[in-house]
């Protein structure tokens, strides 16, 4: 009985983290165009998206933070300008990071990252 016991608080506890979910998956674009990538962070709390940029063999870089009411991101990155990075929410639970006038430079793992207060810790997918 014990260990049906622990089954379901560990299944508990591992239900109640947020799921982040970001799509597409891979996003091919042509230069000078632009990009937009989707973030669901599944459940509303009050507080911002932050999203990242990492190159192989590199630390994330910070990019932007957002928060849905908002017009406008209100933290960059080193590097991030408004002119060409900006992020939206479709709603309190779906977020967009827009690149414009994408280059090169700009070919990496992009991720979101929000807080989820039922653990206490930062989530992404």
């Keep these: 009985m014990l260990i049906t016991v622990k089954m379901l608080i560990i299944f508990y506890c591992v239900r109640c983290v947020k799921v982040v979910t970001q799509k597409p998956p891979i996003l091919t674009e042509q230069k000078g165009r632009s990009v937009t990538m989707d973030c669901n962070i599944e459940k509303a709390e009050s507080y911002y998206v932050s999203w990242y940029k990492q190159i192989p063999n590199a630390a994330p870089q910070f990019v932007l933070r957002y928060y849905h009411s908002h017009s406008s ?53």
């Design 73 to 125: 991101p209100d933290k960059y990155g080193d590097g991030f300008t408004s002119s060409r990075f900006t992020s939206k929410a479709q709603s309190d639970i779906d977020y967009q990071l827009i690149i414009s006038n994408v280059d090169v430079d700009d070919s990496a793992v992009y991720y979101c990252k929000t807080y989820d207060s039922s653990v206490s810790e930062y989530v992404s997918q």
